[in-house]
Structure formats: C-alpha cells, structure tokens
C-alpha cells in the first residue's frame, strides 16, 4: 500500500468592509437580524454601530457565493423588499456601501459572525 499525500485545494475566501446608514435610534434587533443572515449563510465577520450612532458597519467574510447572498439580503432589506422578515427591521437599513472583495490569502481572519 502506497502511502501518497493528496493536497486538497483550500476554500476561497473573500473580505469585504460594509457601512450602512440606520436610525439613531435602532435597536438591536438591527444588528441581530444581520448577525442571523450571515450566520446561516457562513458568513463570518462582524457588525458595530459607528462614532455618529446613524451608521453602521463592519466586515464580511466567507464564500463568494455565500458574500454574494448576503450583500444581496442586505441590499434587499434597505429597499423594502419583503424577504419574509419583521417589518420593523425591514425599514432601518439604508444605503449600503460596500468594498471590493479581496481574495484572503491564508485562513479566514474571523471564526463567526458578531455584534459589538
């Protein structure tokens, strides 16, 4: 029996920064809905209200299908799209920015998907 190395290619994964303008006085169930998006999709990264408290932001990490998912989901709920989600949210999100993509090279940076 011959005992061979076989390289299995890694996964890509892909980075990209985001920032959304939101009510000052969004709650958390803003940022909740994100962090559960991105966590069903295998999206890791993290969201955080900025220094202005009318933006949020962060970055997003994973798959190029699963970044594509999510930027579509995002992209939706800031137009008011019905995407079967609570309305309340469904209204805060607004103009999102996000970052070209950028090929990770090495392991992924984030492990899950946060809130801070």
């Not at 970044?67 to 103009?95: F, P, T």
Request: charged share 25%.
């Amino acid at each position: 029996m011959s005992l061979e190395l076989v390289l299995q290619p890694q996964p890509e994964f892909y980075l990209l920064a985001y920032e959304m303008s939101v009510p000052e006085d969004s709650d958390e169930a803003l940022l909740s809905a994100v962090a559960h998006k991105a966590a069903e999709l295998k999206v890791c990264g993290y969201i955080a209200h900025t220094h202005c408290g009318r933006k949020v932001g962060g970055e997003l990490e994973g798959s190029s299908a699963g970044l594509q998912m999510m930027v579509e989901w995002m992209q939706a709920r800031s137009q008011g799209n019905h995407l079967g989600d609570g309305e309340k949210i469904k209204s805060q999100m607004k103009e999102p920015r996000f970052s070209k993509w950028k090929l990770q090279s090495g392991a992924p940076k984030y492990d899950v998907f946060f809130c801070c």
